[in-house]
Nanobody, 123 residues
Framework: QVQLVESGGGLVQAGGSLRLSCTAS????????MAWFRQVPGKEREFVGR????????YYADSVKGRFTISRDKAKKSVSLQMNSLKSEDTGVHYC????????????????WGRGAQVTVSS
C-alpha cells in the first residue's frame, strides 16, 4: 500500500520560511516524479514544483521560482520543499504527490497523494 506522509506545515509571518517534508512508502521511489501542489478552498489544486525520479531536474511554478526549492533523498525515500520569502498567497494546503504520467505540471498526472499540510502565511 502506497503512503505519502507530509510534515512541517504551520503558521508563519510573511517573509518567513517553512520546510515541508514528505516520506513515501510502498512504491519504487526512484521511478516516480515527486511534486508539491497546493490548494485553497474553491480553487483547483495548483502546481508548485516537482523533481524528477533521479533528482537531477527540478521545475517550479513561476509564482515560486527563486523562493522555493525542492529536493529528494533517495535513501530516505523523502522529498522536501523549502519555502523562503513566504507571501500571503502561498497560504493553502500543500500536498505531496507521486506520479509518472503527463503532463507532470497538472494534478491529473499523479496517482498517489498525501493528506496535505496546512501552510498559513500572515501578512
Amino acid at each position: 500500500q502506497v503512503q505519502l506522509v507530509e510534515s512541517g506545515g504551520g503558521l508563519v509571518q510573511a517573509g518567513g520560511s517553512l520546510r515541508l517534508s514528505c516520506t513515501a512508502s510502498g512504491l519504487t521511489f526512484s521511478t516516480y516524479s515527486m511534486a508539491w501542489f497546493r490548494q485553497v478552498p474553491g480553487k483547483e489544486r495548483e502546481f508548485v514544483g516537482r523533481v524528477s525520479g533521479g533528482g537531477e531536474r527540478t521545475y517550479y511554478a513561476d509564482s515560486v521560482k527563486g523562493r522555493f526549492t525542492i529536493s529528494r533523498d533517495k535513501a530516505k525515500k523523502s522529498v522536501s520543499l523549502q519555502m523562503n520569502s513566504l507571501k500571503s498567497e502561498d497560504t493553502g494546503v500543500h500536498y505531496c504527490a507521486a506520479g509518472n504520467r503527463v503532463p507532470l505540471d497538472y494534478y491529473t498526472a499523479y496517482d498517489y497523494w498525501g493528506r496535505g499540510a496546512q501552510v498559513t502565511v500572515s501578512s
